[in-house]
């Protein structure tokens, strides 16, 4: 079983269209999490981190359900610059620690 | 928010030449840096984990002989695909940790390796 997995996708969605995008991991120790964009052929972007108590940075939101090992991501109004692929990525403990990375959800905006 | 650089940014090899690929934080000291692996539509893959003044620690299943990393100053970390090989091919990425107490880690816009 992969530590943390992803649906593949590809996510196609007109502009304007609420995306959600899920992710499960398998350590339950895992202390930090995050979710990353990466457009193609370029470096993994943060993109924000995820919160139990849940976090929303305008379009975006992120849930992360401990208790289920669940972390999802929602896009509102999506748009065209939002095409890229979309990583979960947690690690096992605060600070200088390795991340694991999800294999990416790729999500494509259309006119 | 903090740079980190990577060159080359592309090469071209021949099978069983060495190539070194340099990661350097610009603006910011980094004790540690992490070399990844992401071969086409899959995760980013830890290798290692490099570490200044001291020998790199290397995941489960990566060579060490074979990618050696040398860290050589706080701002300053090299890969070197030693006898590099087709299946090598692939692109490298680092991080280095942010100065903060988060998790931040800040990437270099990555190596792309093609071996013929």
């Known amino acids: 079983r992969k530590e943390v997995e992803q649906d593949p996708g590809p996510f196609n969605v007109p502009e304007g269209a609420t995306v959600a995008f899920n992710c499960t991991y398998s350590n339950s120790a895992s202390q930090s999490f995050f979710w990353y964009r990466q457009d193609c052929r370029k470096e993994p972007k943060l993109l924000m981190s995820?919160?139990?108590s849940g976090n929303e940075d305008g379009r975006f939101t992120a849930q992360l359900n401990r208790a289920s090992q669940y972390i999802s991501l929602l896009i509102r109004d999506s748009k065209l610059s939002d095409s890229a692929t979309y990583l979960c990525?947690?690690?096992?403990?605060?600070?200088?620690?390795?991340?694991?990375f999800g294999a990416g959800t790729r999500l494509a905006v259309h006119p | 928010g903090a740079v980190v650089s990577q060159h080359p940014s592309w090469v071209i090899c021949k099978s069983g030449t060495s190539v070194k690929i340099e990661c350097r934080s610009l603006d910011f000291q980094a004790t540690t840096m992490f070399w990844y692996r992401q071969f086409p539509k899959q995760s980013l893959m830890l290798m290692a984990t490099?570490?200044?003044?001291?020998?790199?620690?290397?995941e489960q299943g990566v060579e060490k002989d074979k990618f050696l990393i040398n860290h050589a100053s706080l701002t300053l970390s090299t890969l070197t695909v030693t006898s590099a090989h087709p299946e090598d091919s692939s692109f490298y990425i680092c991080?280095?940790?942010?100065?903060?107490?988060?998790?931040?880690?800040?990437f270099g816009p990555g190596t792309r390796l093609t071996v013929l």
């Open positions: 991080s280095a940790p942010g100065t903060d107490s988060t998790d931040t880690q800040y």
């Open positions: 990525v947690v690690s096992l403990s605060w600070g200088y620690n390795k991340l694991i």
């Open positions: 490099s570490n200044e003044g001291s020998k790199a620690t290397y």
């Open positions: 995820v919160y139990s």
